[in-house]
């Protein structure tokens, strides 16, 4: 169940690309395929991950990139491994109108930024340069405009500073 | 202003006075629970013991395991993965139900979900615990958090009210509502919400029709549901409960985020259209009529419950499941397998070309007789999504027992009305 990599703790602020963006109620499965969901192997996924969208897609993402969704992203029975996969490629944050709170939280305990930002679906496009600071839920577009979202509350912000709630937890827990 | 059932379940839980929507703070659940699944609790169970060093629980009757999945090719593989949770559940002392029906149903059979109570588990139709006025939150991975801790860090909810008038019409049953909720308000349309359902209509329903209207809250983008707990509810807890509860009504000035009101009488059949449950896919039966189906599903910790079996006895009394159609009948619980035998309702399934499966979550997610390509499966099911029931090239159409039974008799979609009994 574990992700295949370890993941560091994100910067303070994300910079990147749009990577895609999605629409409304996006089940999060059809990254790698529903066939493909019960794999954990990064390198197996890398094969399969956004064939269905776009086949250049393992080779152009770079780290730091972002995607971005519309409104209750991650919508179904959300599994891991679509993530595992993104992560893998080097998306470093999902922005979406909304997320289904499933997905939000399972990836959130992964330690994934998840920032819901109203408007974003609509003011970006795949290829435009975002900057993302994750604390304040503030993203900055090309033109300099500033969306601004739901800020994660301090508790969300410390799972994500230490690389996700298993880490977290052990530091706290850990006998 | 007052507090929400929600909000009153949580301060409780949490040790504090009142806790309002938009709070962050830890929450002490009365009991956390898994089904053993690979890679969820035979991992946590490993993270437990290994990497946080916890070689004994100060309180294991707040754990309870159920061992619910794949209980039907008895493998080599899979009897692994249910020896490794017998072995952890045996280190802990933590009480373990095995093959006693779906966790989801079992759980109130044996007292857990009371009202007022506090339950978390890593999947979220535990949320059906709002039948009986208690709040069941899935978790996910967190779990381990309460594992570990006792505690889980939550964002208190806010509440979306639902006030029920009527009663359900012939052939009409709450798997129609919680379809008709997403097609009017959107799969998001209680995003990170509680649903709560009061009023005539919420006291007049049967409580295993409560229990598959809560358990079905995440599509609806909501993380539980409950109701107000009434004598119904009441009197169900009292039966089988283990513990002293503390029922919890909400305050007449509590705030809500919206109420809508729901008449249950004019409510029909809905069917939701293969892919999700989203709104746009939500349709009339009648819409419908003509699709050939070759499987049926009935069971599920949403609609596999008596009143589900009355349902499609009364379909299926004296007549026969179309050729070429295969109808499963999987009782949620043996409790519930019991009371169908002795009420005469599985002699008539059977009569009628059914059949009727051992209490399990296997069909469901297609462990049990996956779909084959190229299938349509007509189902009471919670989900269905491709791939959901087996191939990803088959179709899975969600409905209600009585929808699921006719369409079982017709071999095409159709409502309990289109075949004379409803």
Known sequence: MSAARDYPPPPDVIRGRVAWVFGDDFDIDLVIGVENIKSYDAEFLRGKVMRAYDPGFADRVRPGDVIVGGRNFGYGHPHYPPMVALRDLGIAAVLAESFSPGFWRGETYNGVPLIAVPGISAEVTTGDGVSLDWRKAAVTLDDGRILRGTPPSDRVVRVIEAGGSLKLLLAEHAR | ?422
Not at chain 2, 23 to 37: C, E, H, K, W
Not at chain 2, 108 to 131: C, K, M, R, T, W
Not at chain 2, 148 to 161: E, Y
Not at chain 2, 320 to 330: I, Q, R
Request: glycine residues 10%.
């Open chain 2, 1 to 422: 202003m007052g507090s929400t059932i929600a909000e009153k379940i949580l301060a409780r839980a949490a040790g504090k006075d009142r806790v309002h929507a938009g709070d962050s703070l830890p929450v002490r659940p009365d009991y956390m629970i898994a089904y053993d699944f690979p890679g969820y609790t035979d991992v946590m169970f490993r993270q437990m013991h290994d990497d946080f060093g916890i070689r004994s629980l100060a309180e294991p009757e707040r754990y309870v395991v159920f061992i619910d999945h794949m209980l039907t090719r008895g493998n080599a593989k899979e009897q692994e993965v249910h020896q490794v949770t017998r072995d952890w559940c045996e280190f802990y002392g933590i009480e373990l139900h095995e093959a006693r029906g779906i966790g989801h149903q079992v759980m109130a059979e044996l007292g857990y979900a009371l009202p007022g109570n506090f339950l978390i588990h890593f999947d979220g139709h535990v949320s059906g615990a709002g039948a009986f006025g208690a709040l069941g939150w899935g978790v996910r991975r967190d779990l381990l958090e309460a594992w570990v801790s006792g505690q889980i860090f939550l964002d208190v909810p806010a509440t979306t009210r639902f006030e029920l008038t009527g009663e359900f019409a012939p052939g009409v049953d709450s798997r129609d509502l919680v379809h008709q909720i997403i097609a009017d308000h959107g799969a998001d349309g209680c995003a990170h919400q509680v649903m709560e359902y009061a009023g005539p209509g919420a006291r007049a329903m049967p409580i295993d029709r409560r229990q598959g209207l809560c358990g079905m809250a995440m599509f609806t983008g909501a993380v539980s549901a409950v109701f107000e707990p009434d004598e119904t509810a009441l009197a169900y807890a009292r039966n089988v409960a283990r513990t002293d509860f503390t029922p919890q009504l909400p305050d007449a000035d509590a705030e809500y985020a919206a109420v809508h009101t729901y008449d249950l009488a004019t409510l029909r059949p809905r069917v939701v259209l293969p892919g999700s449950a989203r709104s746009a896919n939500t349709r009339d039966a009648a819409e419908l009529a003509g699709t050939p189906v070759t499987k049926a599903f009935i069971g599920s910790c949403a609609s596999g419950r008596i009143e589900d079996i009355r349902a499609a006895a009364l379909v299926l009394d004296g007549r026969s499941v179309a050729p070429g159609v295969e109808l499963n009948v999987v009782p949620t619980s043996e409790a519930v397998h019991r009371q169908a035998e002795d009420e005469g309702l599985l002699d008539v399934l059977r009569t009628a070309g059914a059949n009727i499966a051992r209490s399990s979550c296997d069909f469901c997610f297609g462990y049990q007789k996956p779909l084959q390509a190229g299938e349509n499966c007509i189902s009471t099911g919670v989900l269905n999504i491709s791939g959901r029931m087996g191939s990803t090239e088959s179709n899975i159409y969600l409905g209600s027992a009585f929808t699921v039974a006719a369409s079982a008799v017709a071999g095409t979609i159709s409502s309990a009305g289109e075949v004379g009994r409803s």
